[in-house]
Each structure stands twice: as C-alpha cells, then as structure tokens.
Antibody, heavy 116, light 108 residues
Framework: QVQLVQSGAEVKKPGASVKVSCKASGYSFTSYDINWVRQATGQGLEWMGWMNPNSGNTGYAQKFQGRVIMTRNTSISTAYMELSSLRSEDTAVYYC?????????WGQGTLVTVSS | EIVLTQSPGTLSLSPGERATLSCRASQSVSSSYLAWYQQKPGQAPRLLIYGASSRAAGIADRFSGSGSGTDFTLTISRLEPEDFAVYYCQQYGSSRWTFGQGTKVEIK
C-alpha cells in the first residue's frame, strides 16, 4: 500500500538545524509531489513547502524562505526537509504528505522539540 | 494569500445528529482545489474530500462536500462515535496551499 514513513523524534537546541526524512513506498516516488506541513501542539496545520521528486524543484512558504531546504534521494525514494536556525516556536510535529492539489497519504509525523 | 475561515470553531453534537461545517475563502477558490481532512488526537490528518465534493477512497458516504467560489461545506449526515475529531479545509492556488484553522466536532 502507499505509505510514507518518517524518521524519529528529534530534540534540538536553539540555533541548530534539523533534518527530517520521509520514505515513500507502494508507488513511483518521482510521480507525485511531496509537501511538508507542521503542527504545533494544540494548533492547526501550517504548510511549509513542496518538492517535485522528479525534477527536484521546490517552493517554500514565504514564512520559511531562507530557513528551509527540501531535497530528495530518488535511489531510496526518500524526501528530506531541513529547517535551520531553530527557535522554540519551531517545536511542532512535522508531516510529509504526497500530492499536488490535495494530500494523501500523510506520514505519521515527526516531533521536533527545540529546547535549551 | 487566500485565507480560509472555518466556522464554527467547535460543534457540540450527539451521535446520530447531522453536522454542517463551513469553510469560507477570502477570495474565490477553484472547486478542483478544495479539500477536507479529518484529524484525531495523536494521528496524522486523513483526506476525506477532494475537488470540493469527491470522497476519497474508503471514506463513508455519510461524509459529503459541497460549495463553490468562496463558500464550501462539509456535511456529516449522521455522526458516528468515530467521527468526533477536528476537521480542516485546505485550498491550493498558485503553488501555495493554505488550511483553515479547523472545526472541532465534540460529543455533546
């Protein structure tokens, strides 16, 4: 079945970077965009950006421009989201999700905690 | 950026009742690019409706979506115990996506 499996929880200090992975299975990885969405505890969903795994093209929400990089390794069907200059407000669950106009399926989420 | 406003913030209903959730956009949205998601505590969101009115695979037919332009609605015809959750609308336009702030459907 189509599935996205993300890497495990991370704890980072302010100013550090985090890189979250999202491994796809059950479909052709290069045929669908991958998006990243985050959710702070008790809050709503916030779209961060998209990546076309075939071309490597990306697009980022203005809020994250200059701080986020989305990449992929097609040989292992894995997408990555790296967020730098972390601050406490970046503490959230980060999701990858497949799709262009709508997202399905979603990864299980990766909790990133930023704390000194 | 298109802003999506969902109402009400919380809907308190009993099992068996009908739920009507609203999603209003700050400017016109293509119906093809309006989706609804359900999220339960500790879980990732799940796609319910895409293209404003098409049910995703495996979604019960008590869920239906409608609307166009700036006003969209998700209706749950008869609430089942497993339907109590938070629901988000989402729109796509100009390579940007935005979500509504969510409506929580809670047991009355």
């Amino acid at each position: 079945q189509v599935q996205l499996v993300q890497s495990g929880a991370e704890v980072k200090k302010p100013g550090a970077s985090v890189k979250v992975s999202c491994k796809a299975s059950g479909y052709s990885f290069t045929s669908y965009d991958i998006n990243w969405v985050r959710q702070a505890t008790g809050q709503g969903l916030e779209w961060m950006g998209w990546m076309n795994p075939n071309s490597g093209n990306t697009g980022y929400a203005q809020k994250f421009q200059g701080r986020v990089i989305m990449t992929r390794n097609t040989s292992i069907s894995t997408a990555y989201m790296e967020l730098s200059s972390l601050r406490s407000e970046d503490t959230a669950v980060y999701y990858c999700a497949r799709g262009k106009a709508w997202f399905h399926p979603w990864g299980q989420g990766t909790l990133v905690t930023v704390s000194s | 950026e298109i802003v999506l406003t969902q109402s009400p913030g919380t809907l308190s209903l009993s099992p068996g009742e009908r739920a009507t959730l609203s999603c209003r956009a700050s400017q016109s949205v293509s119906s093809s690019y309006l989706a609804w998601y359900q999220q339960k505590p500790g879980q990732a969101p799940r796609l319910l409706i895409y293209g404003a009115s098409s049910r995703a695979a495996g979604i019960a037919d008590r869920f239906s979506g409608s609307g166009s332009g700036t006003d969209f609605t998700l209706t749950i015809s008869r609430l089942e115990p497993e339907d109590f959750a938070v629901y988000y609308c989402q729109q796509y336009g100009s390579s940007r996506w935005t979500f509504g702030q969510g409506t929580k459907v809670e047991i009355k």
